[in-house]
């Protein structure tokens, strides 16, 4: 079983849509990272968060450190929002990043 | 800022031959990392430089060597290529590397025929 999986593997949507991705880990962690590969490949970081919530424009971060699970939400989807979305988890005192296989998010007009 | 820079953008090799893919951040970032992605797949980290002067292997070092010679500047080198090589590889910066967000280069894409 790996320690970070994401669900769904593949999500097409309608614009408009509101969207959910969700990531589950089962290690301890010091941080979960949200991040955004585009088509063309550029891989950008949305979100660290440790706990509760954070919220950039149309796009929200919650993860329930109990429950050991995270949950990126888009809210009026857009074409443009289509992309690769990955879930990884840092640890403390360990230079490496655990990664989500990644969710393809393809949003239709 | 650049950011994080990766040379060359795209390269063919042909089998046997080696390179090296040149990585620059311009943030005073203490850690550095290489990562491959191949079609579909997620990200596999070959290398690792913690702090100027150290290196680690990562899950997939087998066929790389790494160099990291100042805190601005981490190469990884294919000694001698071979097509299971073919991969885009990323580079990428974080400030202490403990967990922190990590920000990536542009990659580069390597065919190996």
């Known amino acids: 079983k790996n320690e970070v999986e994401q669900s769904p593997q593949n999500l097409t949507a309608q614009e408009g849509e509101f969207i959910t991705i969700n990531c589950s880990y089962s290690v301890g962690i010091s941080a979960l990272h949200w991040l955004q590969q585009h088509p063309g490949g550029g891989i950008v970081s949305l979100f660290m968060l440790s706990s509760g919530k954070k919220k950039h424009g149309r796009l929200i971060a919650t993860i329930n450190i109990q429950e050991k699970h995270s949950s990126l939400h888009i809210t009026a989807s857009h074409p443009r929002d289509s992309a690769v979305y990955i879930c990884?988890?840092?640890?403390?005192?360990?230079?490496?990043?655990?990664w989500g296989a990644g969710t393809k998010l393809i949003i239709k007009p | 800022n650049a950011g994080v820079t990766q040379t060359p953008k795209f390269q063919v090799l042909k089998t046997g031959q080696s390179m090296t893919l040149q990585c620059a951040q311009d943030m005073n970032h203490n850690s550095m990392y290489w990562y491959r992605q191949d079609p579909g797949m997620g990200l596999r980290l070959i290398y690792y430089s913690a702090s100027e002067g150290t290196t680690d292997k990562g899950e997939v070092p087998n066929g790389y060597n790494v160099s990291r010679l100042n805190k601005r500047e981490f190469s990884l080198r294919l000694e001698s290529a071979a097509p299971s090589q073919t991969s885009v590889y990323f580079c990428?910066?974080?400030?202490?590397?403990?967990?922190?967000?990590?920000?990536f280069g542009p990659g580069t894409r390597l065919l190996v025929l």
């Open positions: 990428a910066s974080s400030l202490t590397g403990l967990g922190e967000t990590q920000y």
């Open positions: 990884a988890v840092g640890r403390w005192s360990n230079y490496q990043l655990i």
